[in-house]
């Protein structure tokens, strides 16, 4: 065992007294109101950027990691949907793009 270390003296950083000085902003200002989001359109393929990607790396497991992947990309997609949904944000199925 070895013997009691030397303790190391702390250093204490002293404040300039300009920091003291900056001007405090209010956190709870108003803010402008946002415009009403436009409506969700559902991709009809989710996994469409995942497969823009290429194989997943992963020496011998390429298939397996790109059916999990692309369960949790349609999983996530779906999740979006119903939340689009139930937030009254879901496109109409006849709305025309712009």
């Known amino acids: 065992m070895s ?3 030397p303790q190391q003296k702390k250093r204490r950083r002293r404040r300039s007294k300009k920091s003291g000085q900056q001007q405090h902003q209010d956190l709870w200002h108003l803010v402008p109101a946002l ?4 409506p969700i359109r559902p991709s009809p393929d989710p996994r469409m950027v995942i497969r ?3 194989d997943p790396p992963l020496a011998g497991q390429g ?3 790109e059916h999990y992947i692309g369960a949790v990309v ?7 949907t119903a939340l689009a949904a139930a937030a009254g944000l879901l496109a109409e199925a006849d ?3 712009d």
Request: proline letters at 13%; charged letters at 30%; glycine letters at 8%.
């Open 3 to 5: 013997g009691p270390q």
């Open 35 to 38: 415009p009403d989001p436009e």
């Open 52 to 54: 823009s990607l290429g």
């Open 63 to 65: 298939a397996v990691a």
């Open 74 to 80: 349609d999983r996530a997609a779906a999740l979006a």
């Open 95 to 97: 709305d025309d793009e």
